[in-house]
């Protein structure tokens, strides 16, 4: 398959070439020609997936398209040019309000910005197409100048953008195209207020095309609500799977023993570039000064950062000048940086679907990646719990001079339940306990060879240890549902406004 039999516009088949894609993703493969079509989409897939694109080369593409049929001197003026107008004639020039033909809502600034990015990437041979990100953290004068361009293209986070629609800076009467990037993480977020009300503002005659992890639970039923006859497209495999990351858990006695371990695995030679995430703020900020003490080129990522503190740090990232970014959830997602090889949890997260999200930030664009999460022997459980959410075993690694004292049998069992994994869960995986190649970890530590504390699947203590294992009913994660912090969606993080 190539683009061009997707039948999209000339000057964005341009554009895709510059990018440097042979070929589509298999999400682009199914949403793009559906979406030239006018079809409502329902799409689960990842970030990493080129999900990006499947929404936005069919929208460019309709943009592209009618534009070919305009006569350009004919169109409307743009407000800045009213507002010029109005001034010749001697007027006080009034605000008129941004009446985009497309949105996109996004969770987090950086994904708006990396979505923003990649359309101005795919627009650079369309006529008169802009798109702007419309953000919390960014100076609303700055935002009323980017709004009087009347953008055909905003990409926003909800609750910055309700401000505008509520102060009259925004009209979506000709909206065409709604889109909801990782509508999932949204509603974790504690958006769907804010949500309900953009969709409200906007016609019933819109697009609506929908990209979630998952189409399950409050997401499916919110999906529903806001689309017309969908088309469903699941994207599962390696993207889902991330079957292109290595990854391993090392058990760590204490503190003191995971900051070894973490430094020592930063000074690996296949580390090119890593995130290591964080439960807090502040200890990103305390891992990121204790690095840079230790001489590594790091930096912190956080949601108490200006907006204009965190551009630079990920353009620093993006430059290789920082090596290490030691980022939370929120202020991590999304990002897009090739170089980065390694994900470190120096903490679990909290929900199992934020760890999906973590090591998706490596392995990106086709490559190789490696996660690694340091876990505390009580956290046994919650490695579970991601293993049950991600239908996948992760190995436990053990590196020679930072073993630990207590065995990881120990930790890992005191979290096994009654049940089992379905059959061929974990097996048609391809991974299991113990690492496939039985010694030694892809980042170049070797761990000692039959010191692994868990056998392979096929073994009997492997089928024993697995059957212990499942979603026991009692205690272990529930679903979509449980995401949310309470049952009134207070998880959500304020400093997206
Ligand atoms: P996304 O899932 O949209 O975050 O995209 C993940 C990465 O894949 C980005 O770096 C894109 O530039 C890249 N990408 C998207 N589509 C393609 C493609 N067809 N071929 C190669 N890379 C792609």
């Known amino acids: 398959m190539t683009f061009e039999t997707l039948g999209l516009h000339t000057s964005i088949l341009r554009a895709i070439a510059d990018s440097g894609y042979t070929e589509p993703t298999s999400v682009q493969v199914q949403a793009v020609p559906a979406a030239i079509a006018g079809r409502d989409l329902l799409v689960s ?26 006569d350009v001197s004919a169109a409307d003026k743009t407000p800045n040019q009213e ?66 361009r009347n953008p055909e293209i ?3 986070t909800p609750g910055r953008l309700i401000d505008h629609m509520e102060s009259g800076k925004i009209d979506f009467s000709e909206l065409e195209i709604l889109v909801l990037d990782e509508a999932d993480r949204m509603l974790d977020m504690g958006f769907i207020d804010d949500i ?5 503002a906007t016609p019933e005659t819109r697009q609506t095309m929908l990209f979630s992890a998952t189409l399950d639970g409050v997401v499916g039923n919110m999906a529903r609500r806001i689309t017309k006859d969908p088309m469903i497209i699941q994207i599962a495999g ?63 990522l956080h949601g108490d950062m200006h907006q204009g503190a965190r551009n630079r740090t990920l353009d620093a990232l993006r430059r290789g000048q920082v090596r290490v970014l030691v980022a939370t959830d929120v202020a ?31 392995g990106r664009a086709g490559r190789n990646g490696v996660a690694i999460s340091l876990v505390n022997h009580a956290e046994g459980i919650n490695v579970k719990r991601i293993e049950r959410f991600t239908k996948q075993l992760i190995p436990v690694d053990v590196i020679e001079g930072f073993e630990p004292k207590k065995s990881a049998v120990a930790s890992r069992s005191t979290a096994r339940k009654p049940g089992g994994w379905k059959p061929g869960d974990a097996r048609s995986s391809g991974t299991g306990y ?14 000692k060879p039959g010191q692994r504390t868990f056998s ?31 049952a009134n969606g207070n998880r959500r993080s304020f400093g997206d406004r």
């Not at 990842?46 to 049929?69: E, I, R």
């Not at 497309?102 to 359309?119: D, F, G, H, I, S």
């Not at 113990?434 to 761990?447: E, T």
């Not at 697995?466 to 912090?485: D, I, P, Q, T, V």
């Open 45 to 70: 897939s990842q970030t990493g997936s080129g999900k990006t694109a499947a929404f936005m080369l069919p929208a460019l593409h309709k943009f592209a398209s009618a534009a070919d049929s305009i």
């Open 83 to 148: 507002r010029q107008s109005a001034r010749s004639r001697g007027e006080r020039p009034r605000f008129q309000a941004a009446k985009p033909k497309m949105l996109v809502l996004t969770p987090t600034r950086e994904l708006a910005l990396q979505v923003t990015t990649a359309t101005e990437k795919y627009s650079a041979y369309s006529r008169k197409i802009k798109a702007v990100s419309i953000l919390g953290g960014m100076p609303y004068p700055k935002q009323m100048q980017l709004l009087s």
């Open 154 to 156: 905003l990409v926003a």
């Open 196 to 200: 309900e009300k953009i969709v409200a």
């Open 238 to 300: 390696s993207a889902t799977k991330h079957e292109n990351i290595t990854q391993k858990v090392h058990f760590v006695d204490d503190l003191s023993h995971k900051n070894r371990m973490l430094d020592h695995l930063l000074r690996d030679a296949s580390v090119d570039q890593a995130v290591v995430f964080t439960a807090t703020k502040r200890d990103a900020d305390t891992i990121a000064d204790r690095l840079n003490i230790a001489g590594f080129a790091a930096a912190a």
């Open 332 to 362: 991590a997602r999304g990002i897009d940086v090739p170089a980065i090889t390694h994900v470190f949890n120096y903490d679990l997260p909290k929900f199992p679907e934020d760890y999906v999200h973590r090591i998706g930030r490596t």
């Open 434 to 447: 113990g690492n496939s190649n039985g010694n030694s970890n892809s980042n170049g530590n070797s761990s």
């Open 456 to 486: 392979k699947p096929n073994s009997p203590s492997a089928s024993s240890g697995s059957r212990s294992e499942g979603s026991g009913s009692g205690g272990g994660y529930k679903g979509s549902n449980s995401r949310f912090g309470d």
